[in-house]
């Protein structure tokens, strides 16, 4: 015990010797009574600003480090130099000043263990954070607020998972968006279109709508800012969006469309703290809309995001009844395209903590989100889960690894369609401001060193050598997915038209989302994730429909795939390829698959009752002529009896087979073959 003593006394004389003895901020300990008047007006100052509270330390900054120019060894000045730090762009410059705090006065302050804990924490010198925070447990054990002990727990907890995250970094690059989108001020919560054509965000910014500062976080109102893609790659310099979106309150963007059409909006103006949305026509940005009394509450709901359909939203709430503090819920569209009642996620995903910036990758099944709980090295990190549609259950959290994640909050993170590409805001002394966006590029893993077998077959027995060869890096896993993108036009007059993109599962005989293309650009996007044979309609009224047919199977690899599409006038000559009309093989039975096919073209007949048409069968080159034009002509009449089955007269059809005898391509080669092997319709009279 005396020992122990004596090591403890040792050791706060060295380090008085090391640091000095504290300094009051009294005249009698200075010569220099003018500096020491300006150095006691500075102090004063910080002082003001900081008894204001946390949103004011950034403020108070300024003023105590003239202060600690002139007295560098006051041990209250020091401590609020360290908690001010903690609340600024700057925290790892923290550190050193609750170290000399607490080494020129160990009693300066009860909660100095906990400061002490997260600056050596931020720093990621884990075991000195866990020592920091032992200590301030044994203050929280007497604390009869339940969460304050389970808190110091969970950053003890956070400290060991960092020590094991950081011994596996992930090959990433890490790239600042660069001064187009980032600024002097705070940029955050990104968010970007599937084919990154897109980016959204939310800043504070003196020019924001309204120009007012938040009196209660000392901080410019949101606003959200929108910038494109171009030519070279690099951002258009972003602007913030109208004042129909953009209100003289906070406006922070929280999800975007995967093409870029639709994006939901919270407004901290409504309740609690609300979200919208907001849609693209043409060049406006519509007004935002509430997303409906199921998702908005009395409570705070502060993020959201779109599934790839657009049929399911899921969202951050506090509501009560939760797993702990702020919960991901989950909302799907009715039958009348409302959103019904949410559902929470369960303990799976959700936490006692705090969970927070929900997104769905277009892949529609991978759920990524911030978190507080589960292994996060600090703060809140960056996870992933994935849904397992045949159980509908979730998959157990998977931290999305360091350097993505750090010590520090990682929050608000999207992914790119292909995988390659993630979005974020973080915190970093060479970045443009306070908070910057920044892109990752993920390398993916190398392969791990092999051994040269040919050197060892050639050496000897008593001295083998090895040889160690480098591998080529290996891929990364990109996502499942495809996504189909284009231009859809006018055949004649190539002018963007405003169409209807329907999605069917084929297999389900079932639409399972709507989209419309933009009316002033054509453009349109879907993403489209494996595992479903997809039958693509596009629609409008006066024109033909445009059919496309996309199998995917579950190990399909990510492609983006570009169909510009032109709609035909409903006119004589017209001829349309049906390709979502399916035929058992060698045969000229329809299989189920067909049906929407089928129906849509039902739907064109009796929409337009004077319509006479051809249904015409084709094929490729393989197997006699003969056989080919029977076989056609057999496939043809089939979509032909399905058709006066269904009510259309029979005086309007006719069909006729036409064997191999019109290739549309090469059969020369199976992409080609496929193509030939088809059936269309031609308008003959109307």
Request: hydrophobic share 35%; glycine share 6%.
């Given at each position: 015990m005396k020992l122990h003593i004596l090591i403890t006394v040792l050791l706060l004389i060295s380090g008085s010797f090391l640091y000095g003895q504290n300094v009051d901020f009294d005249k009698k300990n200075f010569e220099d009574k003018e500096g020491f008047k300006v150095a006691k007006n500075n102090l004063e100052e910080g002082d003001k600003l900081y008894e204001q509270g946390a949103v004011f330390y950034k403020d108070a900054l300024p003023f105590y480090q003239k202060a600690q120019e002139f007295n560098p060894n006051n041990a209250d000045l020091n401590y609020k130099l360290g908690k001010c730090y903690l609340q600024s762009a700057f925290k790892t410059n923290a550190l050193k000043h609750l170290e000399k705090a607490v080494t020129l006065n160990p009693e300066i302050d009860i909660e100095a263990q906990y400061y002490l804990g997260v600056a050596y924490h931020i720093a990621m010198d884990w075991d000195k954070a866990i020592a920091a925070y032992s200590n301030y447990q044994k203050v929280t054990l007497s604390n009869p607020d339940p969460l304050a002990n389970l808190e110091m727990q969970n950053r003890i907890s956070q400290c060991m998972n960092g020590k094991e995250l950081v011994k596996k970094p992930l090959r990433v690059f890490i790239d600042n968006l660069g001064k187009n989108i980032n600024t002097e001020y705070n940029e955050y919560g990104a968010?970007?279109?599937?084919?990154?054509?897109?980016?959204?965000?939310?800043?504070?910014?003196?020019?924001?709508?309204?120009?007012?500062?938040?009196?209660?976080?000392?901080?410019?109102?949101?606003?959200?800012?929108?910038?494109?893609?171009?030519?070279?790659?690099?951002?258009?310099?972003?602007?913030?969006l109208p004042k129909q979106v953009n209100s003289a309150d906070h406006d922070a963007v929280s999800a975007i469309s995967a093409d870029g059409q639709r994006f939901i909006i919270y407004l901290g103006s409504s309740n609690a703290g609300d979200l919208f949305e907001s849609v693209l026509t043409g060049?406006?940005?519509?007004?935002?809309?509430?997303?409906?009394?199921?998702?908005?509450?009395?409570?705070?709901?502060?993020?959201?995001?779109?599934?790839?359909?657009?049929?399911?939203?899921?969202?951050?709430?506090?509501?009560?009844?939760g797993q702990g503090q702020h919960d991901i819920y989950v909302s799907k569209k009715d039958d009348k395209g409302r959103w019904a009642e949410a559902v929470n996620l369960g303990k799976t995903i959700n936490t006692v903590f705090n969970e927070e910036g929900v997104f769905m990758h277009p892949d529609g099944k991978t759920l990524y989100f911030s978190s507080e709980g589960h292994k996060s090295m600090g703060g809140f990190d960056i996870f992933k889960t994935v849904l397992d549609p045949a159980t509908n259950t979730w998959s157990a959290p998977e931290n999305v690894g360091y350097p993505v994640n750090t010590a520090d909050d990682d929050v608000f993170f999207v992914l790119s369609a292909n995988g390659r590409h993630g979005y974020y805001m973080s915190l970093s002394a060479d970045g443009f401001g306070r908070r910057d966006l920044y892109m990752i590029t993920f390398l993916g893993a190398e392969k791990p060193m092999v051994q040269n077998n040919e050197d060892n077959l050639i050496a000897s027995h008593t001295a083998p050598v090895k040889e160690q060869v480098k591998a080529e890096v290996v891929?990364?896993?990109?996502?499942?997915l495809t996504i189909l993108k284009g231009v859809i036009t006018d055949a004649l007059t190539q002018k963007p038209l405003e169409a209807t993109i329907e999605i069917v599962d084929n297999q389900m005989n079932q639409v399972i989302a709507s989209f419309t293309s933009n009316s002033a650009t054509g453009k349109y996007l879907v993403s489209l994730p494996a595992g479903k044979n997809y039958g693509i309609a596009v629609k409008k009224e006066g024109y033909l429909f445009h059919s496309e047919?996309?199998?995917?199977?579950?190990?399909?690899?990510?492609?983006?795939?570009?169909?510009?599409?032109?709609?035909?006038?409903?006119?004589?000559?017209?001829?349309?390829?049906?390709?979502?009309?399916?035929?058992?093989?060698?045969?000229?039975?329809?299989?189920?698959?067909?049906?929407?096919?089928?129906?849509?073209?039902?739907?064109?007949?009796?929409?337009?009752?004077?319509?006479?048409?051809?249904i015409s069968g084709h094929t490729d080159s393989k197997g006699a002529n003969d056989y080919n034009k029977t076989l056609s002509d057999n496939r043809a009449k089939a979509v032909v009896d399905y058709l006066i089955k269904a009510g259309i007269a029979s005086n309007r059809l006719v069909y006729k087979g036409y064997g191999e005898e019109q290739p549309i391509s090469t059969n020369e080669t199976e992409e080609g073959r496929q193509l030939n092997r088809r059936t269309e319709f031609k308008i003959l009279s109307m």
């Open positions: 968010v970007v279109s599937a084919d990154e054509s897109v980016l959204l965000f939310t800043a504070r910014q003196p020019n924001s709508t309204g120009g007012g500062i938040d009196p209660g976080l000392n901080e410019n109102f949101e606003d959200i800012y929108i910038a494109n893609k171009q030519p070279d790659g690099q951002w258009s310099k972003a602007v913030n060049n406006e940005w519509s007004k935002p809309e509430s997303l409906g009394k199921n998702i908005n509450s009395k409570y705070h709901e502060p993020s959201a995001c779109y599934s790839p359909d657009g049929n399911t939203i899921y969202f951050v709430s506090d509501m009560p009844g891929a990364i896993k990109e996502a499942q047919n996309f199998d995917i199977p579950n190990t399909s690899a990510f492609q983006q795939v570009t169909k510009d599409v032109e709609l035909k006038n409903i006119a004589v000559g017209s001829k349309i390829v049906l390709k979502n009309i399916f035929f058992d093989f060698d045969k000229a039975t329809l299989r189920s698959e067909s049906t929407n096919e089928l129906q849509r073209l039902t739907k064109l007949l009796t929409d337009v009752p004077t319509l006479k048409i051809e």
